[in-house]
């Protein structure tokens, strides 16, 4: 496989049985209130649309995880060698210390993110231990799950952590999860995310799938706070639910000619067999920007070099100046 480019994919899930970190989460939200009997009804009237977005991308059915997650390591070693990926972060992975078993498996391959509630008591202190211990590269948390507002005081302590280690934090806002999904969020609007950006000026923020429908807010937030980028993972099918025309071509645009290259960052979101990677994702949004007309140095910038950047991988040079991560300060950093 020659795409002429290196990648590094900064956003894939592990699948592990039952993520019970992310269920937890989910419960609180009230992402299912009314039980069973409630999941059960919308589970049917959203089948269909679930069914139309696999078919319309030749999806095959997801299969369930493998029964050892040494398996499903294993397995997603050998895709991302055979589809020519070079790195590749799990961002959630049935816990902080299951996701890092997982990339100590294959190093050289896999990287992964703290993905625990940021409300649990002594939230900031096992990001630290999940960072200088067990070697994660940062945080993931999604915003329309959380218990209280992003920029509450009760979480300072999380963020100044995240800031000081130099690593980044991978913030979902807007719809959560796709057809039966969560629409709303109690907390974690593109307000409260610009109001914690602004106030930790050294945190990365990456804030994925363009956004979602926050897409204007997310844009004008990265205008005024240098240090939000945008995650272009996933189908991105949410365009097709705006009241007007939006295409992936016009978010690469948009974000390209705003944001700039330094802040765009390819990812995937790649998480089930017998999909696999999901190579259709990197094909399109490769496409498009060769498009645009981007340069190389701009490609190896977005779909390589801003992750390894805010990852803190040394073993490249840096691609462009930025704010790197304070490498020398993660003395538990594998
Ligand atoms: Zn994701």
Same mark, same amino acid.
């Given at each position: 496989?020659?795409?002429?480019?290196?990648?590094?994919?900064?956003?894939?899930?592990?699948?592990?049985?039952?993520?019970?970190?992310?269920?937890?989460?989910?419960?609180?939200?009230?992402?299912?209130?009314?039980?069973?009997?409630?999941?059960?009804?919308?589970?049917?009237?959203?089948?269909?649309?679930?069914?139309?977005?696999?078919?319309?991308?030749?999806?095959?059915?997801?299969?369930?995880?493998?029964?050892?997650?040494?398996?499903?390591?294993?397995?997603?070693?050998?895709?991302?060698?055979?589809?020519?990926?070079?790195?590749?972060?799990?961002?959630?992975?049935?816990?902080?210390?299951?996701?890092?078993?997982?990339?100590?498996?294959?190093?050289? &391959? &896999? &990287?992964?993110?703290?993905?625990?509630?940021?409300?649990?008591?002594?939230?900031?202190?096992?990001?630290?231990?999940?960072?200088?211990?067990?070697?994660?590269?940062?945080?993931?948390?999604? =915003?329309?799950?959380?218990?209280?507002?992003?920029?509450?005081?009760?979480?300072?302590?999380?963020?100044?952590?995240?800031?000081? /280690?130099?690593?980044?934090?991978?913030?979902?806002?807007?719809?959560?999860?796709?057809?039966?999904?969560?629409?709303?969020?109690?907390?974690?609007?593109?307000?409260?995310? =610009?109001?914690?950006?602004?106030?930790?000026?050294?945190?990365?923020?990456?804030?994925?799938?363009?956004?979602?429908?926050?897409?204007?807010?997310?844009?004008?937030?990265?205008?005024?706070?240098?240090?939000?980028?945008?995650?272009?993972?996933?189908?991105?099918?949410?365009?097709?639910?705006?009241?007007?025309? &939006?295409?992936?071509?016009? /978010?690469?645009?948009?974000?390209?000619?705003?944001?700039?290259?330094?802040?765009?960052?390819?990812?995937?979101?790649?998480?089930?067999?017998?999909?696999?990677?999901?190579?259709?994702?990197?094909?399109?949004?490769?496409?498009?920007?060769?498009?645009?007309?981007?340069?190389?140095?701009?490609?190896?910038?977005?779909?390589?070099?801003?992750?390894?950047?805010?990852?803190?991988?040394?073993?490249?040079? =840096?691609?462009?100046?930025?704010?790197?991560?304070? =490498?020398?300060?993660?003395?538990?950093?594998?």
């Amino acid at each position: 496989m020659d795409r002429g480019l290196d990648i590094v994919d900064f956003h894939l899930h592990f699948r592990i049985g039952t993520d019970e970190t992310i269920h937890a989460c989910e419960d609180a939200a009230g992402m299912h209130p009314g039980g069973e009997h409630e999941r059960a009804v919308r589970a049917a009237g959203s089948a269909p649309y679930a069914k139309a977005w696999r078919q319309a991308w030749s999806f095959p059915d997801p299969e369930p995880p493998a029964p050892r997650w040494q398996d499903e390591a294993d397995r997603w070693a050998d895709e991302l060698r055979a589809v020519g990926v070079r790195r590749a972060v799990f961002v959630t992975g049935g816990g902080n210390d299951t996701v890092a078993d997982v990339v100590d498996r294959h190093p050289d &391959l &896999l &990287l992964g993110f703290a993905h625990h509630d940021p409300y649990s008591p002594g939230a900031a202190a096992e990001l630290e231990r999940a960072v200088t211990e067990r070697g994660l590269r940062g945080l993931k948390l999604f =915003a329309p799950l959380l218990r209280g507002p992003l920029d509450h005081a009760d979480l300072d302590p999380l963020w100044s952590t995240a800031q000081r /280690l130099g690593v980044p934090v991978l913030i979902h806002i807007g719809h959560y999860g796709s057809a039966g999904g969560l629409s709303f969020g109690r907390y974690g609007g593109p307000d409260e995310l =610009a109001r914690m950006a602004r106030r930790f000026p050294e945190l990365n923020v990456v804030v994925p799938h363009f956004g979602v429908q926050h897409v204007q807010d997310l844009l004008f937030a990265a205008w005024g706070c240098p240090n939000i980028h945008v995650d272009t993972s996933g189908s991105n099918q949410w365009v097709r639910w705006m009241p007007y025309k &939006l295409t992936l071509e016009d /978010l690469f645009r948009r974000c390209y000619e705003t944001i700039g290259p330094q802040r765009i960052v390819y990812g995937s979101d790649s998480s089930w067999f017998p999909r696999g990677y999901v190579t259709r994702y990197l094909d399109d949004q490769l496409r498009v920007c060769r498009e645009l007309g981007m340069p190389d140095d701009h490609l190896r910038t977005i779909f390589a070099g801003n992750a390894e950047r805010l990852l803190g991988l040394t073993d490249r040079p =840096a691609e462009n100046p930025g704010a790197g991560p304070r =490498a020398a300060s993660r003395p538990g950093r594998k």
